[in-house]
């Protein structure tokens, strides 16, 4: 291991969060990582644009045109970048929505759902678009690993690091595979 600290950046594109959670359900090993790695852009963070890194985490899958956008920023900027969940993997429970079109969405949850006061599909332009379905990220970028489970375990971070900082190919154990 060289001394100089990896360079991590972390992002959710359709994703709940429950990734970046579970990152931090290391707890106290978390602080052991940071003695070997330091964060770029992150929802950890306050920075807004990514530089270069060693290492991307996406959490999420692809749902709309700045999901797109950011994910080509960070397999731009990232050596390496990992599809971290199911979302990010497969597009996850949001792909769920994949088998109606975009137009039955909109028009279920801004027209036509419960409890919905002046119906109307949002058309701000600073909104992004919705594409047209949910996309695993795999489906817009080259991917270089993939961590399963919705969420991925702490102990899969750790693995997952601790490989990569003792320059080995990350390896799972069996225990911490899951899909779930
Ligand atoms: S894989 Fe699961 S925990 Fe991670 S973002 Fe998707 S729904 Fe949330």
Do not use: W
């Amino acid at each position: 291991m060289n001394n100089s600290k990896l360079k991590l950046a972390t992002t959710s594109l359709a994703g709940c969060f429950g990734c970046h959670m579970s990152f931090l359900d290391m707890d106290e090993r978390l602080e052991a990582l940071l003695e070997h790695a330091s964060f770029d852009r992150s929802p950890l963070t306050d920075i807004k644009t990514i530089g270069n890194c060693d290492i991307g985490l996406i959490e999420g899958g692809v749902c709309n045109a700045e999901n797109a956008e950011v994910l080509r920023q960070f397999r731009a900027n990232c050596r390496i970048l990992v599809a971290v969940g199911a979302c990010a993997i497969n597009g996850g429970v949001p792909a769920m929505r994949n088998q109606y079109s975009l137009q039955e969405c909109l028009e279920e949850v801004y027209l036509h759902g419960t409890g919905i006061v002046n119906p109307r599909i949002p058309d701000d332009i600073e909104l992004p678009l919705l594409l047209d379905k949910v996309y695993p990220v795999g489906e817009i970028v080259k991917i270089d690993y993939y961590l399963p489970g919705c969420p991925p375990s702490a102990d899969t971070f750790l693995h997952f690091f601790e490989a990569l900082l003792q320059g080995k190919t990350p390896e799972l154990p069996r225990e911490t595979l899951h899909y779930d």
